[in-house]
């Protein structure tokens, strides 16, 4: 969307072997460059009024080994980059090399011998199948007609790879004299159906998902022969990315903190009605003006898409500093985002990217492998809350990242004035549960009993949205919770689907107690930092109340493991006694095996 334009600061080149380097071009930019910009920093224009597909490159700059082309004192910006790389004469085996063949089928494009990734292709596009393929294209949306009759258009304020944004003045109707933004899409540039269908696709999340206060007000799109007009709400203030150049590249904590409440508030409202936005970068938050304490409203839905609760996505698309290591992998949910938060929130206190290289390769390298610098300063001035708050988001196993809800409930953001809204999360969980067999709901009760009061706090909130009745919930309390929050984007993604496979539920209410049992996620628990002592009180608990005398062939079938794994559980059960150990324990409470009509035992990934 790129309703506010980005400063566009020249670098010094000077120490940098020319032959290696592509310079990026000129930004088309409508406003001069800030004076409080930090020099040194090559920030490239926003990318949100690209064609969804595309992937953006990594910095020619960033933090490396090798000596940096910036002034002595100045570091390397945590902003948006270039749209060219480094190009070694022998580089070695790249991680980036599927992801870039990935893309380019995306986008029905053949490999180029030596060219430049998919969206540094020149401004006509190219690649598609030829003009042949491209006119067997429809590419009819059904939007209305009279773009130019209702609407008076006005200059540039930000240009991506295949369209930009304009401001605009409505001529008639209920806009008539409202200052909008208006996204325009090329037509010549949607060269596969892919790219025809990701636009419509934007147009219908927008529209079903507009309403929350920190969603960027969708109004209406209109197409002519030759574009696609998205007509949405104005953000003047400028994006996020802009305020942290303007504060020196960090925020303090608490400055840091209601940035991230409106995001995580903002994306906790998407996963709900099963959206995952794919692209979150501090250049697609925009602030609705100028005031220091104005609201930020998330915008580029260009990447984004809908999905199903137990569904896994594998295209890989997104933003390279930014991309979460299960993308890569090329399995991945709602989760993805949380990892971009996580980016998000490191750089917004420490003013640094966590993970960084001179190549995509690199980047994609150092997300994969790397762990993040929490020793170097500005961290050990930085509260012990606000550093688990972002290792608990870039944990690389999705499973044991927080979600969106749990990380409003983390010590270091939790409010009394901010509400913890419903999350997805829980559905999954109690599916699960009250699929389970005796022996796994007995070890997920003992665990539940071991969490603090503190920990808790999430699990009541979440009780609390299923308005319980006589202190219990049932199938009807889920269902009921649920189409509260119910959006055209819900029924896209099929969310309510996953009440058809909580039916057990229809003959059992659940007390708080036995929720909390249901609703908690082993994997996230053993990323708590507590979580030894956690394990150890709930193996009491259970030794107490559920712990059975269990044969190795028992405990392969609750886990549905093979004959060949017998030797691998002998150490799982005490010789004494016959019964579970605690390392047996831990090691049976991640097979959640569930019973169905179709297979007496399955085990959920």
């Not at 003045?169 to 004299?177: F, I, R, T, W």
């Not at 003047?236 to 925020?251: A, K, S, T």
């Amino acid at each position: 969307m790129g309703h506010c334009c980005s400063k566009n600061i020249a670098v010094n080149h000077d120490s940098v072997d020319a032959d290696h380097v592509v310079k990026p071009p000129t930004s088309n930019h409508a406003a001069a460059p800030s004076p409080a910009a930090t020099p040194g920093l090559s920030v490239s224009v926003p990318g949100d009024a690209a064609t969804p597909g595309r992937y953006t490159p990594a910095s020619s700059f960033s933090t490396s080994p090798f000596t940096s082309p910036l002034p002595a004192g100045v570091a390397p910006s945590p902003a948006r980059t270039p749209g060219r790389k480094f190009r070694w004469p022998l580089p070695p085996p790249s991680p980036a090399k599927p992801i870039m063949a990935a893309l380019l089928r995306r986008q029905g494009k053949t490999k180029p011998k030596d060219g430049p990734i998919p969206e540094e292709q020149g401004e006509g596009g190219g690649g598609g199948g030829g003009a042949e393929g491209e006119r067997s294209l429809d590419k009819s949306f059904g939007y209305g007609k009279n773009f130019g009759a209702k609407f008076e258009l006005g200059k540039e304020v930000g240009r991506g790879h295949f369209g930009h944004t304009c401001w605009a003045k409505g001529k008639k109707g209920e806009l008539k004299g409202q200052s909008v933004a208006v996204k325009i899409i090329s037509k010549a540039k949607m060269t596969s159906a892919i790219s025809i269908e990701d636009v419509r696709r934007e147009v219908k999340m927008l529209k079903a998902l507009s309403g929350h206060k920190n969603l960027v007000k969708f109004y209406d799109a209109f197409e002519d022969t030759n574009n696609v007009y998205i007509v949405m709400e104005l953000c003047e203030g400028g994006e996020l990315l802009d305020r942290i150049l303007d504060r020196g590249g960090r925020y303090p904590e608490d400055d840091a903190k209601a940035i991230l409440l409106q995001i995580l508030n903002v994306v906790a409202f998407c996963h709900l009605h099963g959206v995952v936005h794919r692209d979150l970068k501090p250049e697609n938050f925009l602030f609705v003006s100028k005031e220091a304490d104005s609201v930020m409203k998330v915008i580029d839905f260009g990447l984004s898409d809908f999905v199903r609760p137990d569904q896994r996505l594998n295209d890989i698309v997104g933003s390279a500093y930014y991309v979460a290591p299960e993308v890569l992998h090329r399995s991945y949910s709602v989760e993805a985002d949380l990892w971009s938060i996580g980016v998000i929130s490191y750089i917004l206190l420490c003013g640094s990217r966590p993970f960084w290289a001179r190549t995509e390769s690199g980047i994609f390298r150092s997300v994969l492998r790397a762990n993040p610098n929490f020793d170097d300063s500005p961290w050990p001035s930085i509260s012990p809350e606000a550093k688990d708050f972002v290792k608990r988001l870039l944990n690389k196993d999705h499973r044991k990242r927080m979600t969106a809800a749990q990380a409003l409930a983390h010590p270091w953001l939790r409010n009394e004035k901010n509400a913890i809204p419903l999350d997805i999360l829980i559905y999954k969980l109690v599916k699960s549960y009250v699929r389970a067999s005796p022996l796994k709901r007995a070890a997920l009760k003992a665990l539940s009993k071991a969490l603090s009061e503190d920990d808790l706090i999430y699990l009541r909130a979440q009780f609390s949205h299923l308005d319980p009745k006589d202190g219990c919930v049932s199938l009807e309390n889920f269902r009921v919770a649920l189409m509260k929050n119910a959006t055209d984007a819900m029924k896209e993604s099929r969310v309510p689907d996953i009440l058809n496979l909580m039916e057990s539920l229809s003959y059992k209410k659940l007390d708080f107690e036995e929720f909390c049992a249901a609703a908690i996620s082993v994997y996230q628990l053993e990323a708590h930092p507590e979580w030894d002592k956690i394990a150890a009180t709930a193996f009491a608990y259970f030794d107490e109340t559920g712990n059975r005398v269990i044969s190795v062939e028992e405990l392969a079938q609750e886990m549905n493991l093979g004959p060949s794994t017998y030797s691998l559980m002998n150490d799982w059960i005490r010789k004494s006694d016959g019964k579970l150990s605690l390392f047996g324990y831990t090691k049976f409470l991640h097979g959640v095996t569930i019973r169905s009509s179709n297979s007496r035992h399955r085990q959920l990934p």
